[in-house]
């Protein structure tokens, strides 16, 4: 870890498998606690040391002194760091720094804490050759001004679950089967289809270990105990018996505000078109339910166009998910999938360096070679615009509308034609 200072602080970095309890304790409630959530346990904490480990996550913290008034343990910064594949092409993944837990204390607001913390292990991974940054946020705009831009997108759906719920006639019937299942039991093959999910999806995430203990059912995270007993699992069966998706999802005495019945998807994973219809037709079909919610659809979601009366489906929001930062221009950019023949030079402002320079940028049969050059940019953007631009969530076009991508109408009508298209990234893992 490079060097870190502040006045009346003491940074450390704590060590996941044989570190200071007291101290390693300190840093999870100091979360707990930036996020609003009630004090830990024992059986939360070893969840919590589970991932860490599991994840070989890197633990970084702020502390004050001890005093009478002070706690010698609980920090007044926490931030968490760990390097995981994300899909950055539907077919080839790239390691990126994935970060998580920042948390500052209001008593040490507006003293630089998150830059230092940001800063210093951004330049670490620099330095360990990762070409990538990512996070999610609760705050939107306190991460561009590191590079960070809003990567991937998010529907909250509520579907009504009634006898408008039918599909169009031409929907195909399924020669497939689902079973309900224990999540205990399914958890072998939850993992299995996500794992594969993950390397067909540009945008995916390779999980973290707490989903493990968290679809399994082992530990409810919202009640902080052993035993999540309201989840429920169902798996959709092809036509020759093999497992393509799954969805986990809850059930309980819960109305929405118009008083409706309510069943919650907790996350949903399908391999083929025909899955994914299947296993929603499955959550229409339950029982003592008039609406079925699920924060974390994709964008452009065939359930919609799939129904007689689309109109049962009620999108509530557009969320950001993912949030992308450019460490190495030259990996980063030509591991992305290109659409198009043709040269550009771009210029990337990035106050951090990081990404900052004239790239020259030649495609030739769909893949890009990405050089440093001496050259005038004939295109330019800011780091955290690049970030919202590399997976493909948001159009070169769009972006220039909106003045963030600069340059001649003609070589911005390069650069859109040679990084422009696919599907949408879709991302439904948080960490």
């Not at 409706?260 to 499955?282: E, K």
């Amino acid at each position: 870890m490079s060097a870190l200072e502040h006045p009346g602080l003491v940074f450390r970095s704590l060590d996941p498998f044989d570190g200071d309890e007291a101290l390693l304790k300190g840093w999870y409630e100091a979360t707990r606690r930036g996020f609003h959530q009630s004090r830990g346990n024992d059986d939360g904490i070893q969840v919590w040391r589970d991932h860490t480990r599991n994840d070989s996550v890197t633990l970084l913290g702020a502390w004050t002194e001890s005093t009478e008034f002070s706690s010698a343990t609980i920090p007044v910064a926490t931030f968490s760091s760990w390097t995981s594949p994300i899909n950055v092409s539907g077919g080839a993944s790239l390691p990126a720094l994935l970060i998580s837990d920042v948390t500052v204390s209001p008593t040490h607001r507006r003293q630089g804490l998150l830059r230092k913390l940001m800063t210093v292990s951004l330049a670490d991974a620099v330095a360990s050759g990762v070409p990538l940054a990512a996070l999610t946020v609760s705050e939107g705009s306190i991460y561009g001004r590191f590079g960070f831009g809003t990567a991937t997108h998010l529907r909250h759906i509520e579907v009504d679950v009634t006898a408008k719920f039918r599909y169009r006639p031409e929907v195909p019937a399924d020669d497939g089967s689902v079973t309900l299942i224990e999540p205990a039991d399914a958890w072998k093959t939850v993992a299995e289809i996500y794992a594969t999910f993950q390397e067909r999806t540009r945008g995916s995430v390779t999980r973290p270990q707490f989903y493990e203990p968290w679809l399994s059912s082992a530990y409810d995270f919202d009640g902080d105990s052993k035993g999540e007993s309201k989840q429920r699992a169902v798996l959709h069966l092809d036509a020759s018996g093999t497992p393509d998706g799954y969805a986990i999802y809850k059930t309980a005495d819960e109305r929405n505000d118009s008083g409706l019945r309510m069943a919650r998807v907790v996350d949903l994973v399908a391999l083929t078109p025909a899955a994914y219809l299947r296993l929603w037709r499955f959550l229409a079909d339950i029982d003592l339910v008039e609406r079925v919610a699920w924060r974390r659809a994709p964008v452009q979601d065939p359930l919609y166009w799939a129904l007689a009366e689309p109109f049962a489906v009620k999108s509530a929001e557009l969320d950001d998910m993912l949030w992308m930062r450019v460490l190495d221009v030259p990996a980063a950019l030509q591991a992305r999938p290109w659409y198009a023949a043709g040269e550009i030079v771009l210029g990337v402002d990035d106050p951090l360096g990081h990404a900052a320079g004239a790239w020259r940028i030649a495609v030739r049969d769909g893949l890009a070679e990405v050089t440093p050059t001496d050259a005038a940019p004939t295109v330019e953007l800011a780091a955290d615009t690049l970030g919202a631009l590399y997976l493909g969530g948001v159009d070169v076009r769009t972006l220039a509308a909106a003045g963030r991508v600069t340059g001649s109408p003609e070589a911005i009508e390069a650069w859109a034609a040679m990084a422009d298209g696919g599907p949408l990234p879709y991302c439904i893992t948080g960490f």
